[in-house]
Nanobody, 114 residues
Framework: QVQLVESGGGLVQPGGSLRLSCTAS????????MGWYRQTPGKRREAVAG???????SYAEAVKGRFTISRDNAKNTVYLQMDSLKPEDTAVYYC????????WGQGTQVTVSS
């Protein structure tokens, strides 16, 4: 079973940037499509970005042009560079495969506030 550990969250002012990291266990990482998801209280978890094994990326409309997903297969790590952050980006961010596996990490809190 894949184990996922997210890091890099924090408090940032509107317009600021953060870079999230997620390290995954398992030998299948390099062939899996990976994604970043986020969740706010009372709402369903939503996918915000995905990256295929060949590097092809996709983004939710709400983050397109501001977020960049990347991966380093040698390190079993996927990243999310978040720029021009808005208060509505405040959420707990998780990584997982796409489609998601049942095993979720603890997530990392991102708070965008002045």
């Amino acid at each position: 079973q894949v184990q996922l550990v997210e890091s890099g969250g924090g408090l940032v002012q509107p317009g600021g940037s953060l870079r999230l990291s997620c390290t995954a266990s398992g030998s299948r990482f390099s062939i899996n499509t990976m994604g970043w998801y986020r969740q706010t209280p009372g709402k369903r978890r939503e996918a915000v970005a995905g990256i295929m094994s060949d590097g092809t990326t996709s983004y939710a409309e709400a983050v397109k042009g501001r977020f960049t997903i990347s991966r380093d297969n040698a390190k079993n790590t996927v990243y999310l560079q978040m720029d021009s952050l808005k208060p509505e980006d405040t959420a707990v961010y998780y990584c997982n495969e796409i489609p998601s596996s049942p095993s979720w990490g603890q997530g990392t809190q991102v708070t965008v506030s002045s």
